[in-house]
């Protein structure tokens, strides 16, 4: 649970090789899992919703009432905690916040008919405080505030105990004598406190310190032989309670775990995390998703920390100052490890398309929060990735072989992962919120299905090549490949490089990506800004390139095996007019010398009629260009314009996408569009008549998330079932989800 405090007055985890521990996937393990019940999304509910606005609003850790009814999370930044009511999980109520005066709750955890609510009161990294308010549900009245002596950071209840992390986090500008920025030690050190919650009156309940150091300060006897980093300056980080009355306690930055009897308060064992080299990731933010770098003998620093039996702990390896594996990893109770994720929770990313290359030199997915509970008899582990924003299910029955069951893709930033297997109901809190790009942080709500049908999303994933999931994301177009009953082609834009085009087969579910192609020009990669892909009936493709400006826009045509044949650029008075805003989709129609290749520009030109967006038609034998307007509806406002993202030619008629610039709860138009296809040469800018043909909208907030802004790709298989396609802005500023999904056939999807 990393995060910046804003401060307010007031022994055989060694040195190991993972290139993928794990191995890949068992023959028959998928269909094993795809004949499990699996979790589908009912709800997304934005936090600013519940007594916020512009300002940041945020929920990071979360639980629930003793009936299952009433969801409590902390907002940090905003100094209070919120109040939801999911009686209807598909329908989450505001129920209000309650404040704490500007100081940070940092956990919750539910007793009876009481919330446990941790607060930060730190003056300062060297005077910290911090206090406990035990805040009675359903009136939100504080019946009794308990001093902690410390800064908080999680807490954990288990049966007549609730455990207390109390970190005394490090101030990551301080550099300590001899050290470098942000290293420890840095006084004081963290420590546990152990409340007894045994009796039903809070007035009642008692406080245990629980020391991490010796009395004069320096280091215990047991985290200097277990070979902790600086274990004079142990931070707890984050607590976890299994059935025999133990509790572990993640020591990130020392990189260690120690395990504690809470009866008695005596620390029983320590062990190091251990460190990890890490092979066939990628390394480097060089906006290509190459999987051939290393990290070598870094340490795992777990964050999140879970019990999965009485005798097996799971840690979220999210890394802090020196390290992190990009995974997870299963302990036995006296510190040997009996499984790790190796690189395999980096390549279901790379899969999922939730790929974050501005972290791949960093930590890369980071996962940081782990939860396990049982549903149905089955025991499952959920591990999230705060920086490509999704959950990974696994079935942890047998601990030295966990089973990956299900990717949950979620809103930026999973902080709080809640099981809650009373209501079959798992529960992601994210702490990722800036209005000023459309993205705000909420609660997510998975419910388990009651079927044993395939999930809903993700619709879209690769295969592999060479043992290696197939890299992919921010799809800006689609088209169909001709002699193909299912297959589709994508292409994604300039958030990577080179220029791809990706083979789809849309026969199975979830579709997935079996190909894919590197754009060459003169033998070398090429990199263009794709927003829009066609495919030719005689082989190769025809590309729109959005350039920075408007000379910068291009057809491009490829050969089949996507090499580049010829760059088409628009008619200078054309590309003179243009703003930031360019091609946006290509279409074909006809072939040999009746070919002709339409395009959509994004915006009005300048000097065009307002709300009127330009179509031309570029004709190859001849090289003439004409132009027709297209009606786009008025936008919402000079922020929220409405705009072309796709075109696709179906039976004489275009299908032209049409969108505006918002997400989320702002999304108000996402619709599809047709046109008949004009011929001759037109006399000035002829407007085009259109018909409404679907509404995008219900189709979107059906999938129970964040309503994606860029509705970017609209294709029609040679089977005649149409497919929709969003692009996920590499997960910049954005989930990182791509919703793929098909609304039927022409026929059905659309009113002609």
Same mark, same amino acid.
């Given at each position: 649970?990393?995060?910046?405090?804003?401060?307010?007055?007031?022994?055989?985890?060694?040195?190991?090789?993972?290139?993928?521990?794990?191995?890949?996937?068992?023959?028959?393990?998928?269909?094993?899992?795809?004949?499990?019940?699996?979790?589908?999304?009912?709800?997304?509910?934005?936090?600013?919703?519940?007594?916020?606005?512009?300002?940041?609003?945020?929920?990071?850790?979360?639980?629930?009432? /003793?009936?299952?009814?009433?969801?409590?999370?902390?907002?940090?930044?905003?100094?209070?905690?919120?109040?939801?009511?999911?009686?209807?999980?598909?329908?989450?109520?505001?129920?209000?916040?309650?404040?704490?005066?500007?100081?940070?709750?940092?956990?919750?955890?539910?007793?009876?008919?009481?919330?446990?609510?941790?607060?930060?009161?730190?003056?300062?990294?060297?005077?910290?405080?911090?206090?406990?308010?035990?805040?009675?549900?359903?009136?939100?009245?504080?019946?009794?505030?308990?001093?902690?002596?410390?800064?908080?950071?999680?807490?954990?209840?288990?049966?007549?105990?609730?455990?207390?992390?109390?970190?005394?986090?490090?101030?990551?500008?301080?550099?300590?004598?001899?050290?470098?920025?942000?290293?420890?030690?840095?006084?004081?050190?963290?420590?546990?406190?152990?409340?007894?919650?045994?009796?039903?009156?809070?007035?009642?309940?008692?406080?245990?310190?629980?020391?991490?150091?010796?009395?004069?300060?320096?280091?215990?006897?047991?985290?200097?032989?277990?070979?902790?980093?600086?274990?004079?300056?142990?931070?707890?980080?984050?607590?976890?309670?299994?059935?025999?009355?133990?509790?572990?306690?993640?020591?990130?930055?020392?990189?260690?775990?120690?395990?504690?009897?809470?009866?008695?308060?005596?620390?029983?064992?320590?062990?190091?995390?251990?460190?990890?080299?890490?092979?066939?990731?990628?390394?480097?933010?060089?906006?290509?998703?190459?999987?051939?770098?290393?990290?070598?003998?870094?340490?795992?620093?777990?964050?999140?920390?879970?019990?999965?039996?009485?005798?097996?702990?799971?840690?979220?390896?999210?890394?802090?100052?020196?390290?992190?594996?990009?995974?997870?990893?299963?302990?036995?109770?006296?510190?040997?490890?009996?499984?790790?994720?190796?690189?395999?929770?980096?390549?279901?990313?790379?899969?999922?398309?939730?790929?974050?290359?501005?972290?791949?030199?960093?930590?890369?997915?980071?996962?940081?929060?782990?939860?396990?509970?049982?549903?149905?008899?089955?025991?499952?582990?959920?591990?999230?990735?705060?920086?490509?924003?999704?959950?990974?299910?696994?079935?942890?029955?047998?601990?030295?072989?966990?089973?990956?069951?299900?990717?949950?893709?979620?809103?930026?930033?999973?902080?709080?992962?809640?099981?809650?297997?009373?209501?079959?109901?798992?529960?992601?809190?994210?702490?990722?919120?800036?209005?000023?790009?459309?993205?705000?942080?909420?609660?997510?709500?998975?419910?388990?299905?009651?079927?044993?049908?395939?999930?809903?999303?993700?619709?879209?994933?690769?295969?592999?090549?060479?043992?290696?999931?197939?890299?992919?994301?921010?799809?800006?177009?689609?088209?169909?490949?001709?002699?193909?009953?299912?297959?589709?082609?994508?292409?994604?834009?300039?958030?990577?490089?080179?220029?791809?085009?990706?083979?789809?087969?849309?026969?199975?579910?979830?579709?997935?990506?079996?190909?894919?192609?590197?754009?060459?020009?003169?033998?070398?990669?090429?990199?263009?800004?794709?927003?829009?892909?066609?495919?030719?009936?005689?082989?190769?493709?025809?590309?729109?390139?959005?350039?920075?400006?408007?000379?910068?826009?291009?057809?491009?045509?490829?050969?089949?095996?996507?090499?580049?044949?010829?760059?088409?650029?628009?008619?200078?008075?054309?590309?003179?007019?243009?703003?930031?805003?360019?091609?946006?989709?290509?279409?074909?129609?006809?072939?040999?010398?009746? /070919?002709?290749?339409?395009?959509?520009?994004?915006?009005?030109?300048?000097?065009?009629?307002?709300?009127?967006?330009?179509?031309?038609?570029?004709?190859?034998?001849?090289?003439?260009?004409?132009?027709?307007?297209?009606?786009?509806?008025?936008?919402?406002?000079?922020?929220?314009?409405?705009?072309?993202?796709?075109?696709?030619?179906?039976?004489?008629?275009?299908?032209?996408?049409?969108?505006?610039?918002?997400?989320?709860?702002?999304?108000?138009?996402?619709?599809?569009?047709?046109?008949?296809?004009?011929?001759?040469?037109?006399?000035?800018?002829?407007?085009?008549?259109?018909?409404?043909?679907?509404?995008?909208?219900?189709?979107?907030?059906?999938?129970?998330?964040?309503?994606?802004?860029?509705?970017?790709?609209?294709?029609?298989?040679?089977?005649?079932?149409?497919?929709?396609?969003?692009?996920?802005?590499?997960?910049?500023?954005?989930?990182?989800?791509?919703?793929?999904?098909?609304?039927?056939?022409?026929?059905?999807?659309?009113?002609?």
């Amino acid at each position: 649970m990393r995060r910046r405090m804003r401060w307010t007055a007031g022994l055989a985890a060694g040195a190991v090789v993972f290139a993928g521990m794990a191995g890949p996937t068992p023959a028959g393990a998928k269909d094993k899992a795809d004949k499990a019940r699996l979790f589908e999304r009912v709800a997304t509910y934005p936090v600013h919703q519940n007594g916020g606005g512009a300002e940041e609003t945020v929920a990071e850790i979360s639980a629930v009432g /003793e009936d299952g009814r009433t969801l409590i999370y902390t907002d940090a930044p905003g100094g209070k905690v919120g109040f939801l009511d999911i009686r209807d999980p598909s329908r989450p109520k505001s129920l209000g916040t309650l404040s704490f005066g500007g100081h940070e709750p940092t956990s919750v955890a539910v007793v009876g008919q009481y919330a446990l609510v941790v607060i930060n009161t730190s003056a300062s990294y060297t005077e910290t405080s911090g206090r406990v308010e035990v805040i009675r549900i359903k009136d939100r009245r504080t019946v009794r505030s308990i001093e902690l002596g410390g800064q908080p950071d999680s807490i954990a209840v288990s049966g007549k105990y609730a455990a207390i992390a109390i970190e005394n986090e490090r101030d990551e500008d301080l550099t300590p004598q001899g050290g470098d920025e942000g290293d420890l030690p840095q006084a004081p050190a963290g420590f546990l406190q152990i409340l007894d919650v045994e009796k039903s009156d809070p007035a009642r309940w008692k406080l245990k310190k629980v020391p991490f150091t010796q009395a004069d300060g320096s280091a215990l006897p047991s985290f200097v032989k277990a070979g902790l980093d600086t274990p004079q300056d142990p931070e707890p980080e984050y607590v976890t309670i299994n059935g025999r009355g133990k509790v572990a306690v993640t020591l990130q930055e020392n990189n260690g775990i120690a395990v504690v009897d809470l009866a008695s308060g005596r620390v029983e064992r320590v062990f190091s995390a251990g460190d990890v080299t890490v092979t066939g990731i990628d390394t480097e933010e060089d906006d290509s998703i190459s999987l051939t770098g290393s990290i070598v003998d870094v340490p795992r620093e777990p964050d999140a920390i879970a019990w999965i039996d009485d005798h097996h702990l799971a840690t979220a390896n999210e890394g802090d100052w020196k390290g992190g594996s990009r995974g997870w990893t299963v302990f036995d109770d006296r510190g040997n490890i009996v499984w790790d994720a190796g690189n395999t929770f980096e390549y279901l990313a790379v899969e999922h398309g939730h790929h974050n290359e501005d972290r791949a030199g960093n930590k890369g997915s980071e996962p940081e929060g782990i939860a396990v509970a049982t549903y149905k008899g089955r025991r499952l582990a959920f591990v999230g990735s705060e920086r490509s924003n999704f959950v990974a299910v696994y079935d942890v029955s047998k601990p030295s072989k966990p089973s990956f069951v299900q990717f949950l893709p979620t809103n930026a930033g999973p902080e709080g992962l809640l099981a809650v297997p009373s209501r079959n109901l798992f529960i992601v809190s994210s702490e990722t919120d800036d209005a000023s790009v459309g993205l705000r942080a909420g609660v997510q709500l998975f419910r388990l299905d009651k079927t044993k049908a395939p999930a809903a999303v993700p619709g879209l994933v690769s295969a592999s090549e060479n043992g290696k999931p197939i890299g992919w994301g921010a799809l800006s177009g689609l088209s169909s490949v001709p002699g193909s009953r299912d297959g589709l082609y994508a292409v994604w834009d300039s958030a990577y490089k080179p220029t791809r085009i990706f083979t789809i087969d849309t026969g199975g579910k979830p579709a997935k990506i079996t190909r894919a192609l590197t754009v060459t020009k003169g033998g070398a990669p090429a990199s263009y800004d794709a927003e829009g892909i066609a495919a030719r009936e005689e082989g190769g493709f025809w590309l729109a390139s959005e350039g920075a400006k408007g000379p910068g826009n291009l057809l491009v045509r490829l050969d089949a095996s996507g090499a580049v044949q010829q760059e088409v650029p628009l008619p200078a008075d054309i590309a003179s007019r243009m703003g930031g805003q360019g091609l946006e989709g290509v279409a074909t129609v006809g072939t040999g010398t009746g /070919e002709q290749v339409w395009v959509a520009l994004q915006r009005p030109l300048t000097g065009d009629p307002a709300d009127t967006v330009r179509l031309g038609r570029y004709d190859v034998a001849s090289g003439a260009w004409a132009w027709f307007g297209y009606p786009v509806e008025p936008s919402a406002s000079t922020a929220n314009w409405n705009g072309l993202s796709e075109l696709t030619s179906v039976g004489g008629r275009l299908l032209v996408v049409e969108r505006d610039k918002a997400s989320g709860t702002a999304a108000a138009h996402k619709k599809v569009y047709s046109v008949a296809l004009p011929s001759g040469a037109p006399e000035g800018l002829p407007v085009l008549a259109k018909t409404l043909e679907r509404d995008l909208l219900p189709d979107l907030k059906g999938f129970g998330g964040w309503v994606q802004e860029k509705v970017e790709g609209l294709g029609v298989t040679g089977g005649g079932r149409v497919w929709i396609v969003t692009d996920n802005d590499a997960v910049d500023d954005a989930t990182g989800e791509t919703v793929f999904y098909s609304p039927g056939t022409v026929k059905s999807a659309f009113r002609r």
